[in-house]
């Protein structure tokens, strides 16, 4: 089991770093959906399989394919890099590895609490699965957040269509 | 619990590995012997002019935007159903308040034209 | 099932203004795509309204104190302390861009939907007593924020700023929502109070590092918002280009409801942890105040020089928060809040109303000779630069006042000093536009079109709160002190 995380862990970096170098766009959107899949990997290797359907479906399938129409819209043919020097890449890259490393430090050094919350694998296993626990808290104890989410998609819906609105019309 | 899942990880790797071995395995397989006029693009033997990627429609864009948005209240709407007994009815009418939020949404797309595909 | 299904009339009386709102802003939403020909002016009097009833809501609900939505809500005076201002800065901005659209050529009533989300939005924020209702409530907010300073499409200044606007800020949300996830790993909860409670029982484990993690990546989710120096570069691009009614909303509103969840979440959550963040902040708050105040001597676009300062005010403010365990501190911070959000809303609305044919408006040339073209602008003007330097009889001596007592009561007397010397700074570019108003010759010799009574109404009630404020200080500071009683309880 470990053996498949490490695996997974590892698809999942390299992917990322390719999402972020690649020259041609397209390149790094397949990039990106390698690193979806191998995350939702991970999810399930946590017992959240709900989550990592979610990630699939949504993620993977609907943020990326939004993505590649942008991208398919604006017809980048390859990315260039911009030639003169400037001085904040090499500050970017120093705070960055910086980052990186304080936060691996800290992640393995630290203690995260040892508490099992009502939630553990068992009473998982007796609720019916991950899906049905996850049903069972989100619209009992986070009854409120749920709701302000619908309202976030409208106003999504909303300000995106506002924004297109010449695009629309006459055409 | 989690082996479960190990049938979808055989046939991902099965997929993957089809389409990647019928592609390498015609590359080696296939002669290799690329010249100039073999390898440029074909349109009926008229002269280029432009290359292939024109521009796409906006329309596209709209539909796959509202797409994703409905997708997520979709997905919002599959633990409520698994759990519709057990929710009872103040489940009920506060999933009727969050698809009725959406509904706006939705009845808002329509009438400022954003499903018109002209 | 496991979870205890708790909701009672207590739920719904808790989130009335919010509902009401909601139910309005949905209502003006039918309302706009019902017809093609429907009468957009008729939406900004709606939304007017909208406010107006969830004002009225918000009042109702005064002596209140407890939490809903099982602990992610709460009613206390402090919520309504932020939403009264956060309400009254909304219709002042609705007030002030009436024709403003209109004359630019964006006639539209998604203008007032996507501001009344964004003002539930930050209602939310303001009650939110989990990590969860912050962070929904700061998406909500923001979101419409993002469209609204892309509102001008043809400019390219306002698409540029909406582009980095909302780059950065989904960067700085999911930096935000890092933090929440290791607070969750090291404390299994979310909810403040019981964050609270785990450093008390637990004890707060000063070598974990996890600790000094998570309050980096929160300084930077909220700092974003509030324009805190190393994370302020969105906001001069941001504020010149979007359309200035919203700029004024942005500067204020924006600002006070993400310095209301920031309090909230380090004065409930994390006092334990003060030790720790207070250095921090402090050596934020000095750095924020002095680049702001600096750079905005340099500034030759008025709009520009007044994002520079409001980046300076929000340097102020930090202080207030460092200076959180003193009594007054908190109570400082609510008081310059209020101060602060009708001195900066004035300028802009002064702005708006030096727009003519061939000039914006916005430009500091604009402001040459306006002694003579306009002479009651002129001196209502002085009064709002009065309050952003800090001198009296105007609200901003006071919040300055209060602030810096706190800060010196809690031992930080460097950094009121380092305070006073930017506030000395400030002077120069405010009392700049008071010279260039009444020494110099007009450069821009148009008439000024008249104008129109909701902006005027605006204008004034922007002054006469500056005036009141500064001339009756305790008043404000008292409902401020009652505000932050139960904060930390």
């Known amino acids: 089991m470990t053996f498949v995380f490490y695996l997974l862990g590892f698809v999942a970096i390299v992917s990322s770093i390719c999402v972020v170098s690649f020259k041609n766009p397209i390149h790094s959107a397949l990039g990106l959906v390698a690193a979806l899949f191998s995350t939702a990997g991970i999810y399930i290797l946590l ?125 | 619990m989690v082996l479960e899942y190990l049938p979808v990880l055989i046939l991902m790797v099965f997929a993957l590995g089809f389409a990647v071995v019928t592609i390498v395995m015609s590359d080696m397989l296939r002669p290799n012997k690329p010249e100039k006029v073999k390898s440029s693009t074909y349109e009926c033997g008229a002269p280029l002019f432009t290359d292939a990627r024109g521009m796409v429609s906006i329309r596209f864009f709209i539909i796959s935007m509202l797409f994703l948005l409905f997708d997520i209240e979709a997905a919002f709407l599959y633990p409520w159903a698994i759990n519709y007994n057990v929710l009872g009815l103040f489940g009920f009418v506060e999933i009727v308040i969050f698809i009725i939020i959406l509904l706006v949404g939705y009845f808002y797309a329509w009438r400022k034209d954003a499903l018109e595909w002209e | 099932m496991i979870e205890k299904l708790q909701f009672g009339m207590s739920d719904f009386v808790a989130l009335l203004p919010e509902i009401i709102l909601c139910v309005f802003a949905l209502l003006i939403t039918v309302y706009d795509f019902m017809s093609k020909r429907t009468n957009k002016a008729l939406i900004s009097y709606m939304s007017q309204v909208a406010f107006f009833v969830t004002l009225i809501a918000t009042f109702t609900l005064i002596g209140n104190n407890y939490t809903a939505y099982s602990g992610m809500f709460v009613i206390d005076t402090f919520a309504i302390f932020i939403k009264v201002v956060i309400l009254l800065v909304a219709m002042i901005s609705v007030a002030a861009s009436h024709r403003f659209i209109t004359d630019e050529g964006y006639e539209s009533g998604e203008y007032y939907i996507l501001i009344m989300f964004s003002v539930l939005g930050m209602m ?327 104008p129109s009574t909701p902006v005027l109404t605006a204008l004034y009630i922007c002054v006469g709160m500056t005036l009141l404020i500064g001339i009756m200080p305790h008043r404000f500071f008292e409902a401020a002190k009652q505000s932050i009683m139960l904060l930390t309880s």
């Not at chain 3, 404390?187 to 000063?206: P, S």
Request: charged fraction near 10%; charge should be positive; hydrophobic fraction near 55%.
């Open chain 1, 47 to 171: 017992n959240a399989e709900f989550i990592a359907v979610l990630e699939v479906i949504i993620y993977a399938g609907a943020i990326m394919v939004l993505f590649l129409f942008v991208l398919m819209c604006l017809n980048i043919r390859e990315l260039k890099m911009m030639p003169q020097f400037n001085i904040l890449r090499p500050i970017a890259i120093v705070v960055g590895a910086f980052l990186l490393v304080y936060i691996v430090i800290i992640i393995i050094q630290s203690n995260f609490g040892n508490f099992t919350g009502v939630y553990n694998e068992a009473k998982i296993i007796e609720l019916g699965g991950n899906a049905k626990a996850l049903g069972q808290v989100l619209y009992s104890r986070f009854l409120l957040p749920f709701e302000i989410i619908s309202i976030l998609l409208l106003v999504a819906m909303i300000g995106a269509i506002t924004l297109m609105k010449e695009g629309l019309r006459g055409k």
């Open chain 3, 124 to 450: 939310i924020m303001a009650s939110a007593t989990d990590l969860i209702s912050v962070f929904v409530g700061l998406e909500l907010m923001a979101i419409p924020c993002y469209f609204l300073t892309g509102f001008f499409k043809k400019q390219n200044r306002s698409i540029e700023g909406a582009l980095k606007y909302f780059l950065m800020g989904a960067f700085s949300s999911a930096v935000l929502a890092y933090g929440i996830s290791f607070v969750y790993g090291v404390t299994g909860t979310t909810n403040l109070h019981k964050i609270a409670e785990f450093f008390a029982t637990q004890g707060v484990d000063i070598n974990n590092p996890a600790l000094y993690l998570v309050l980096t990546l929160f300084v930077a989710g909220f700092g974003f918002k509030i324009a805190a120096v190393p994370f302020h570069m969105w906001c001069p691009d941001v504020y010149e280009g979007a359309p200035t009614p919203i700029t004024a909303f942005m500067s204020t509103a924006v600002k006070a409801a993400s310095f209301a969840a920031f309090l909230r979440v380090y004065a409930t959550a994390l006092p334990a942890l003060h030790i720790n963040w207070a250095p921090t902040l402090a050596v934020l708050a000095a750095l924020t105040m002095t680049i702001g105040n600096i750079v905005a001597l340099t500034q030759s676009s008025f709009k520009r020089m007044l994002a520079y300062s409001s980046i300076a005010h929000a340097g102020y403010i930090l202080i207030g928060l460092v200076a959180l365990k003193v009594s007054d501190g908190v109570a400082s911070v609510l008081f310059y809040l209020i101060a602060y959000a009708f001195a900066n809303m004035g300028p802009f609305i002064i702005i708006i109303l030096l727009r003519t044919k061939n000039s914006s408006g916005e430009m500091l040339t604009d402001l040459h000779g306006l002694g003579k073209r306009a002479p009651l602008l002129a001196g209502i003007m002085l009064i709002f630069m009065f309050s952003l330097t800090g001198l009296p009889p105007t609200g901003g001596f006071p919040g300055k006042y209060y602030l810096f007592y706190a800060a010196v009561q809690s031992n930080y007397v460097w950094l009121t000093v380092v305070a006073c010397i930017n506030t000395a700074i400030s002077a120069f570019y405010y009392f700049k536009v008071g010279m260039y108003m009444y020494m110099h010759e007009p450069r821009n010799t148009e008439e000024l079109e008249k």
